[in-house]
């Protein structure tokens, strides 16, 4: 496996696989790589011939009073799970070479961005869809792989790729979780003892909301409600949202007459996780 640092580095590597007519897949990550990121690697590299990872802490998502600073990063830690799960290359540009001196060119969405995490960080997707549009340039990869975690993320991906024609397969893959079912993510680190205990309300609310459409309940206000409730009970919990949305357009609905995506986000203390569940798997 090689870490490279430069676009033009990626893209010599790239050229001579295709030249030896091997398929490619790409994992974004902020690095920081956890079993969630993991398990992106591993079916990137079940589905591809040759897996790229790239390892950057993308500045545009990050909002003025948000967390780029103290984002955790381990380029080390994530060389050797990245090699361990099948990762070939790992590509961990500095911020000057993804935005030169005089960037100005941005991808923006309308519609899918405007509600859950785009409300309460208004930049974010638009950071999102520039880094992994300049990802798909740069690694012209077969297969992009995202985890179902971020699942805005991943509806705003795909409908960016189908709205700008880019002919590149987008893979969802499973939230992973800790074992009381806390779903992994970089920012766990961040929690104390007594928070990471109360954390646990993210994934207890996901179980409640799910059980309740599982026995065949379809007022979202209803599930809304029922899981507000029991994050309420958690002192160190503060609600961001708790929605219910039609998984193709992200809006709000109050019934599940579709496909709808049930997400949440709560502030544990000083910091903001995210869970979520799809209808279409319960």
């Known amino acids: 496996m090689k ?18 007519g ?20 591993d079916a990137s590299h079940r589905d591809n011939d040759r897996t790229v990872v790239s390892d950057f802490v993308n500045p545009m998502q990050f909002g003025p009073a948000e967390d780029l600073e103290s984002y955790p990063r381990d380029i080390e830690h994530d060389a050797a799970l990245a090699e361990a799960h099948g990762c070939d290359l790992i590509f961990h540009p500095e911020p000057e070479e993804m935005y030169h001196e005089g960037f100005s060119s941005f991808v923006d969405m309308t519609v899918l961005t405007q509600e859950l995490c785009g409300l309460s960080r208004p930049v974010h997707f638009r950071g999102v869809c520039t880094v992994v549009s300049k990802l798909f340039n740069i690694v012209k990869p077969d297969r992009a792989y995202f985890g179902k975690k971020d699942a805005q993320q ?72 029922a899981m507000k409730k029991h994050i309420s009970a958690e ?10 949305v039609d ?30 569940f799809f209808t279409e798997d319960i």
């Not at 091997?22 to 690697?41: D, F, K, N, Q, R």
């Not at 996901?206 to 409600?225: H, N, P, R, T, W």
């Not at 002192?235 to 219910?244: E, F, H, N």
């Not at 193709?248 to 544990?268: H, S, Y």
């Open 235 to 244: 002192p160190l919990a503060k609600i961001d949202y708790v929605k219910i």
């Open 247 to 276: 998984l193709a357009t992200m809006q709000q609905i109050e019934k599940l007459d579709r496909p709808a995506l049930c997400a949440i986000a709560v502030f544990i203390g000083k910091t903001r996780l995210i869970d979520n």
């Open 22 to 41: 091997l398929s490619v897949g790409l994992v974004p990550t902020m690095g920081y790589l956890h079993e969630g990121h993991a398990s992106l690697i």
């Open 154 to 225: 991943l509806a705003v991906i795909r409908h960016m790729v189908d709205d700008l024609n880019v002919d590149i397969e987008i893979i969802g893959c499973p939230i992973i979780r800790e074992a009381d079912g806390l779903a992994r993510s970089s920012r766990n680190t961040y929690l104390s003892e007594a928070e990471r205990k109360a954390a646990l309300v993210l994934s207890q609310s996901i179980k409640l909301g799910s059980e309740m459409v599982k026995k065949g309940e379809a007022d979202c206000g209803k599930i809304i409600e």
């Open 3 to 20: 870490i490279v640092n430069t676009i033009d580095e990626v893209r010599a590597q790239v050229k001579q696989w295709r030249a030896e």
